[in-house]
DNA sequence: CGCCATGTTGACTTTTCTCAATACGTGTGG
DNA sequence: CCACACGTATTGAGAAAAGTCAACATGGCG
């Protein structure tokens, strides 16, 4: 199984461009909007001084559950996902990635779970040694690494929560809210929205078998509230009833 | 409803104790022991200087979901529980808190859950604002936060997984593990379990009817893997069959 | 001793899972 | 250009599991 490690076919250094950026809720500000951009513009520069960006196609692995974890990820494009394969054969997908998040936080030196991008992404891979070296000579870059994974840790709460619900039509009404809800700027397809990964992928984020996505989706079909385009494009016909339906839980 | 606000009945500062402990996974130690105390001498004065230590009661409210967020909360004994209330009168815990947790981490300066009392607790409350400030002053404190708060996201990941599963006992069973494994120190009662809260936490925190957690409790001590010796004591049978009854996922 | 909250058990309903068959659709090769 | 094949997705019927509602047991506390 070829890893990212194997792969320097599309590995470049490019340090011109500073699309390296975390976004998350500051820490402890009382009013700001959400999800401003967390570095500076000297703290983006320190760690694309040290990282390397990455321009991978999809479903290509980036480390594996076990193995030493030598880097942290932070991504600038595309959607990744991590996992972990269960002794029943099921799969549980723990997180979809997005721009701007971060992963590969280790547990005693080790990675917790596999990571395998969905799309083609663009990635900053940074060395965990250099990164410590790093954030030791300037502890303020703590700071945003503090309130990312403060993010990470109320949506996996958010996300805990929603595998409490009975019924799968909510679970996918807030999954696609989250899509939704995600990075949205562009409010011309305000409408549109991309679904990039597969049913099965849905699925194993629900923890609904595959055809229970699909049932549910037709329910949301028959109920108007979104109409699938194509397999990976959503049209939200009704977004408040889709919130609600969310809500209800 | 009465909150920690307005009860300074049992409040002291005593500062002489030095009780107050994080644990977590150290951020990127390769092979030190699980759950290391995380704080410095020096780390701990500073915070114990600007915090109150605190004696509560059982199903004492300590702050309400969207509430200010004054305080950041650091536990020494007892347990607490975070939970939301739903629109349909569940009630999700998304959390139970023990020695050396904290908890009360703010969204945009509010609080996202409403956080409680199981048992009689000592807590540590410290102010948000001079906490920032001592941060500030001190960045160095920002490592054993941000591992501890990386140590509650693989938690709640952890969660997530076991929210996933179909099977009541199975879920029962990681609950079970998770008591077990957590600060064990005493194995002279190595087999004899505390379970602090009530069936009906127990039940909103597998996302299970109260039913559920009773049958399968029922299932569990009819297969010999536990012995229930009182409503909140526990007896470990067969803890390498609880092991693989909650690993079977 | 008896009350009230907590916990258990039983009968029936609801929902998803599972297994199997069928449809879609994308890229390839004739 | 069309037909085929493969992976992906949908639909249907029956099984399994927890939810719900209601009755009953238990246990702590005044």
Request: charged share 25%.
């Amino acid at each position: 199984m070829r890893t990212v490690t194997g792969y320097a076919g599309r590995a470049m250094q490019s340090r011109g461009v500073h699309d390296l950026a975390i976004r998350a809720e500051p820490f402890g500000a009382e009013s700001s909007h959400p999800s401003t951009p967390l570095l500076t513009d000297r703290q983006r520069e320190q760690l694309v001084a040290i990282a390397a960006k990455l321009t991978l196609p999809p479903r290509m692995m980036l480390y594996q559950e076990g193995a030493a974890a030598r880097w942290l990820f932070v991504s600038a494009e595309g959607v990744v996902k991590t996992y972990r394969d269960l002794a029943s054969g099921k799969r549980r997908i723990v997180a979809f990635l997005f721009a701007r998040d971060i992963f590969g936080l280790a547990e005693r030196g080790h990675y917790v779970n596999t990571a395998r991008t969905v799309t083609r992404v663009v990635i900053y891979r940074v060395p965990i040694d250099l990164l410590r070296e790093l954030l030791a000579r300037d502890p303020s870059l703590n700071v945003p690494l503090l309130c990312k994974v403060t993010h990470e840790l109320r949506r996996s709460q958010r996300q805990t929560l929603m595998m409490g619900r009975r019924d799968a039509a909510g679970r996918l009404a807030m999954f696609l809210q989250m899509l939704r809800d995600h990075g949205r700027v562009d409010l011309a397809h305000a409408d549109l929205l991309d679904v990039p990964m597969s049913r099965s992928d849905i699925a194993d984020y629900l923890g609904l078998s595959l055809e229970a996505v699909s049932r549910a989706s037709r329910y949301l079909e028959d109920h108007r509230i979104i109409k699938f385009q194509h397999r990976h494009l959503v049209r939200l016909l009704d977004s408040r009833r889709l919130d609600r339906l969310a809500a209800r839980l």
